[in-house]
């Protein structure tokens, strides 16, 4: 079964250089635990962040026009528990403290009866959101059962 790998962004050439290239691998790595996969990084070009294996990463590639997004637009990572989701939430807020770049929307849960869904939202310096997401299936539910069975 196909299972999605990476995603990828353009993003100016500026935010790719020596100190862009810092200010991300200190974020994601701090918030999210990813690094950089130094093989592929080229100044000014390109970098690739590796989310905890080598066929999972954030592609960032500079281009002269770079993406831009509506408010709406992001990407989603799931974690296992809450308490996880809250360790993310608090690691991000910690770094948002020392950097006033990082946007933050905070932790929400909508109960949809068949799974409650914990979330925020977080950016840093990227044209899109992430959203961190806690899936609490319902008795007898999981992320496998089909609606209406």
Known sequence: MPAFNHVALSVPADLLDEHGREDLLSFYGEVFGWTEMPTLSQDRVRLVLRAHSNEDFVYLIAD??????????????????????????????????????????????????????????????????????????????????????
Request: proline share 7%; hydrophobic share 35%.
């Open 64 to 149: 002269p026009n770079p993406m831009t997004c509506p408010e709406g637009d992001h990407f989603g990572l799931s974690v296992g528990t809450p308490r996880e989701l809250d360790a993310m939430l608090e690691r991000a807020r910690k770094f948002q403290e020392r950097d006033e770049r990082v946007e933050i929307e905070d932790r929400q849960t909508e109960d949809f009866k068949a799974v409650k869904l914990h979330s925020f939202y977080v950016r840093y310096r990227l044209p899109m959101k992430i959203e961190v997401q806690c899936f609490e299936w319902a008795k007898g539910l999981d992320a496998t059962s089909l609606p209406g069975r």
